[in-house]
């Protein structure tokens, strides 16, 4: 949410729900392509006959293969990581320095890569 509408948005309304109601009305959300808040949002100001202030976020959502490519992704990513963590001790050890800080710089990208990737996973969780 953008920090211009969470101004608009000062208010929040927390209702409890049974697991088969929110599990229905996610349905019904992501079949009108909308975050749950925001299909709520409209129903409700519908219903008191109220105009909306903000615009419905959309968003796509995250099919299996979407989510097993981002778990390959991840997974090859710590795997390759502990591998360069590996090259590089052996190389430390036996003390051909050139090549050790060379795989360190790689490691570093790699961290650098995973914490992106980490930012992208976090963001499409947000999304669901």
Avoid: C, F
Wanted: aromatic fraction near 2%.
């Amino acid at each position: 949410m953008s920090s211009s509408q969470s101004r608009r948005l000062a208010s929040q309304i927390n209702v409890g729900l049974a697991k088969s109601e929110a599990d229905a009305i996610d349905r019904a959300a992501r079949q009108a392509n909308m975050s749950r808040a925001a299909y709520l949002r409209r129903l409700a100001l519908a219903t008191v006959d109220a105009e909306a202030v903000t615009k419905p976020r959309r968003y796509r959502r995250l099919t299996t293969a979407d989510t097993e490519a981002v778990s390959i992704l991840v997974s090859e990513l710590g795997r390759t990581a502990g591998s360069a963590i590996q090259l590089a001790k052996s190389l430390r050890q036996a003390g051909v320095h050139r090549h050790h800080r060379d795989v360190e710089a790689v490691l570093a990208d790699l961290r650098q890569q995973a914490g992106k990737v980490a930012t992208i996973v976090e963001q499409l969780s947000a999304q669901r």
